[in-house]
């Protein structure tokens, strides 16, 4: 079964790091670029974060610019998304995407045809 599998997330304080992880199952990630997306009630789902198939290039939505690092493993078929100095205003259900067509890039529109992971809850409380 072809499939993204996230895992991470989780409740951490103000000001706590977590890391999320996205794994490829029934596929290789090494040719494909990824975006991290998130969404809060209430709220429409918004790019993060996205990294290029050889990590060469990444970008960064300005609210989590400095504090948030996405990686990847290709060894490992994995995509990492290090969340540090959180905020109450990061809580959300995160999904990572994969990209096929449109290359690293913030707009959420251009990867609705591609895979999806399950999402999972980061909450920032204290």
């Known amino acids: 079964q072809v499939q993204l599998v996230q895992s991470g997330g989780g409740l951490v304080q103000p000001g706590g790091s977590l890391r999320l992880s996205c794994a490829a199952s029934g596929f290789t990630l090494d040719n494909l670029d990824i975006g991290w997306f998130r969404q809060a009630p209430g709220k429409e789902r918004e790019a993060v974060s996205c990294i290029s198939s050889n990590g060469g290039t990444t970008r960064y939505a300005d609210s989590v610019k400095g504090r948030f690092t996405i990686s990847r493993d290709n060894a490992k078929n994995t995509v990492y998304l290090q969340m540090n100095s959180l905020k109450p205003e990061d809580t959300a259900v995160y999904y990572c995407?994969?990209?096929?067509?449109?290359?690293?890039?913030?707009?959420?529109?251009?990867?609705?045809?591609?895979?999806w992971g399950q999402g999972t809850q980061v909450t920032v409380s204290a």
């Open positions: 995407a994969t990209q096929r067509v449109s290359g690293c890039n913030l707009l959420y529109r251009t990867y609705l045809r591609d895979s």
